[in-house]
């Protein structure tokens, strides 16, 4: 019985249709960027184990594109305390592995240690499905959601990560706000707004590892009567007191003594492998679909290679995740690419359509330039690794390597967001009449042909002299 | 035939997963909501029959959450006059009886008088269905619809009602407007920015009955052309000029001579039944997909607690109305809830994932702590009868009753508004692995279990000193 | 097999029904439209082939509604350049014809020549669908989406263009911003913020055609090396050199040389009625829903008087685009309404319930009365041919035409604007009950029923006397 089941994919066409090709966000009144920079981060936390690299969400093209960026270092053994914030985020794991627990309100613990197997203590552990996450994972999490992450690894786990605290999940203010559940935090993010309109631009401020008396109490606990946590909790005031974690010096990023021990399934070669099938499920089973809230997925590798979506053997590769293969995005309206774009090669000059692109170099450099509408180039120069750069909805942008390779990732503030190339085989100039081509750039016929058909690539293209190229040159 | 069906609630499964699960409202710029009170109304417009109290909108707290607050207090036989607001609103039934109509735009006149029984006037009445109300319900009413509200029983109507005035049905601005079709009625918010910024904070202002002589003509039609309005009605000058009401120095609320004659269903016994039973109707029947606009339900009560979501006998009883249970609230993106919290309970440390939380006491009083992201209690004191209270997004908040039953409605800027509690059998501290709550605030692992797991109940427990209840306290 | 199809209707419905009757936007912080005036254009952009007029941006009335208005003429051969915007928007087709080029990205080049044809260079063209348009037009252009327009018409093309810069798809800010992919152009808006507020109002400003030493480079491809955009397009310096259309003074309208030559289908007498039945379409085939991005309809004609949605012979008609028979203005939230008023007619009073609406004097002259919430008439005035009028959501409109026929077109700022009138068959007039309006206005039932009942028309009315008109005036 065919027939139902096309309707349903047409409905559901539809929905991808008029969901996904539309952005949810509304305009900022005032877009100051005339003059964009690559920056690195102003702004260091140290924690027992790990760091906390932020860059100043006061600048322009970040209020802008409505986003704050951070950074994590989280060294073997080292666990992220639980918190939650006001903007939904996309995280990407430049390097390490790890385990990540997200608590979705109201879901199962389903996670268990069976009672048969006789576990010392009175009661067994069960908690919430836990997620393995490696280098080039995206991981999506929802704003308002609280999660934890450990790095059960061996080298330490470093991840960016991109809230977008313009987006209507958040319907407090541009802020980006962390609520931590438990520890003693500082704020990743400070507020300086004047200082960003200092011309002698943001400075880098490193505090140092406080002492004791320095910190203050500032977890959620924190502000609510102990004998009401008391009560809340069923147990007596001086355990519910502990809550608050006074006087606890580890910051956001705490020591695990010994190992973690935590009920989840091993991971032998088989399992591996099963994994790995699920992942790449798209057209193998209905991506997504099936999947209850409680047990969405939430995390999509785009570091692998094998798995490019644009693949030009001498200039690189591109994967990206959005709603159609890592569906909870769909409700974040975010996705992000990962782009490896080999020595001598050219991003094609493009143009984001629908969504702001926050770049993140995470190897090498290349040249950027990136123009308005007024045919200026906003930013001129270098991108480097550890480096982040805005390229703000429509303005356009080509990228170019020399003797390195430069990989970076992308995120966007559209769960679909779509480029459109102004050269190459998909391209604005394709697109065009040979005549309104030789009209526009007062070119004779033939010199307009060349324009529109001389490349053959969409996306990439390498540059490496070989012969045949440019006869007329 | 049963394939079909199934993947129509799949599809509907869809349209709720990826509607109703995310908000659609936008950021503020900046929420100053570093201290939140509970506050009174402090504006009142007397009328003929009846008042209004409205709460001043450039609150703090009201402009972070968008919304406007107003009570209607309806005497008997009073009619709120016919008007519309650029705000969609969700009107709660604190007391009394009533009935109330809503013009939807196109929809036929579906109340109507037979001509066989042989009125004495030349024209039968028809008008568009007119609904009945009583304490405990919710009344969904759209942007832009007019609607009248007129009390048929024997004591004072109380409504309270919500204006999402940043909801985006409203492409106007940020105050809230009420544009009245008929009579001379007062502005019942004043537009105050300056004086909330006075450290003597809002002061009461209770505007007298004014004399005839002070009063305008400020309806709909006042700004039109007498002969334009004689020739769009069809009628002689004369009348059309009744049309502004001039010198009409009755209010925004009316008294109606005699009792108002309206076409309307008889109210047996068995049709209240009926009614009941189509009131409860999800799982008896398709709730609201089989409605068009013109029928649909907008309506439905939450006050009555035999038909409670969460009870907990010693604790109290939550109600909610949302988009699953009242499909109008889709395009809305409101929802309610309504707790009454019995005397010595608590209603368990939680947040509001997704939404704003207006609260507005009804009976009774509570000590409430609200916590912001520092860990600052940002209102930490008594909210008492008639006074109003907003928790915004993400805050954490927990609330305490002593001797007094604490009864309260919730008005959420989500259509599915979500909680996430921090404490009790669905929690976040469930959903953490007892290690790793051992590791966040530093405790044995014994402890840790205890505070995983030591509450039973979820949303609302009881602190009655009872037997048995923390053996080591 | 009915029973799919009916579920699948369903659930269309669902989907207009979710979609299509609540807006997307957010409220501004502040409308100021106490007093709004009917503008001209007051800047004008002289080109080679055409001249381009707007109207300031930074007027209340426009900042209110979130749009941009300009109007743009075309000489015959006059090509506009191909330019994309951050702004989606709705064009007017005022006099003449053409054709249009739209390029989605990605889309395949899907008018092509024919290799067999034997063409006399070596290589044949092809290019994305080339849509033809006519007067009544209505074009819907998406934001990002770069376009190209000739008239290959005998008289010049007038087309008068909305940009929603207040649209969710629009990420970046207020200011409508065109990106020009080839020529030279001249911002066609100048964003002049301090001078709207000179109490003299905006001064018309005409700029002259200038020297091409003023001129500067810009438009995309000026930001660009020209040594990344010759390795991009694969051709030498000296061609990519001519991307930047350096010294061109032709403006953003340029002459073409003969005639253009495009690969398009040939226009039969047969083939144009096939066209015609197509557009019809609405009834004949499920309209919209097996279209891909790629083959999108953009045009619909509203200008035609047969096809009228409302039609009263001695008063009118009005035919209304929305996103129920042109599906992409789902996408775009906005639609669009031509009305033609004959003499002594009322457009009868009325408010729009979900949608600001601009309007554009396309012939003729009316009066208007545009009504606030406090009962004072914004604007009540004349509004002429070549003028634009905003009535913000909400606020009450009459129209009433004397001794000439106004025509004119609404642009609404959703795609399935509803309006509610005040009077007639279809009114909330009709909708009250007749003892809810006695008491409204004090009347007696008599007066009431009359003022219910007397207008039989809806939406327009022919007020030239009659005989039997008014017995009682």
Sequence with gaps: MATPHCFFILSLSLLLLFHGSFSLRQPRDECQVDRINALEPDNRVECEAGVIDSWNPNEDQFLCAG??????????????????????????????????????????????????????????????????????DVIAIPAGVPHWCYNDGNEPVVAVSV?????????????????????????????????????????????????????????????MDTRFLAEAFNVNEQLARKLRNENDVRGNIVRVEGNLQLVRPPRTQQERQEQLQR???????????????????????????????????????????????LPILERMQLSASHVVLRDNSVRLPHLHMNAHSVLYAVRGQAQVQVVDENGNAVFDGNVREGQVLTVPQNFAVVKRTDKDVFEYVAFKTDDNAMTNDLAGRASTMRALPVEVIATAYRLPLEDARRLKFATQETTLTSVRPRPGRWADA
Tied chains: 1, 2, 3.
């Design 67 to 136: 986003v704050a960026v951070v950074r994590w270092t989280i060294e073997p053994r080292g666990l992220l305390l639980p918190s939650y914030s006001n903007a939904p985020q996309l995280v990407y794991i430049v390097r390490g592995r790890g385990v990540t627990g997200i608590s979705f309100a109201g879901c199962p613990e389903t996670f268990q240690e069976s009672q048969q197997l006789g576990v010392s203590t009175r009661v067994q552990d069960k908690h919430q499905k836990i997620r393995r996450f490696r280098q080039g």
């Design 163 to 223: 809230l977008d605290v313009h987006n209507r999940a958040n319907q407090l203010d541009m802020n980006p706000r962390h609520f931590y559940v438990a520890g003693n935090p500082e704020d990743m993010f400070q507020q300086r707004f004047d200082e960003t309109r200092d011309p002698r631009g943001p400075r880098e401020t490193r505090r140092p590892f406080m002492e004791p008396t320095q910190r203050e109490c500032n977890n959620l606990f924190c502000g």
């Design 279 to 325: 992942e790449r499920g798209f057209g193998r089973r209905p991506n997504g679909l099936e999947e209850t809230y409680c047990s969405a997925r939430i995390i999509e590798n785009i570091g692998d290679p094998t798995r490019a979506d644009v693949f030009v053997p001498e200039a690189g590769h591109v994967r990206t995740v959005n709603s159609h293969n």
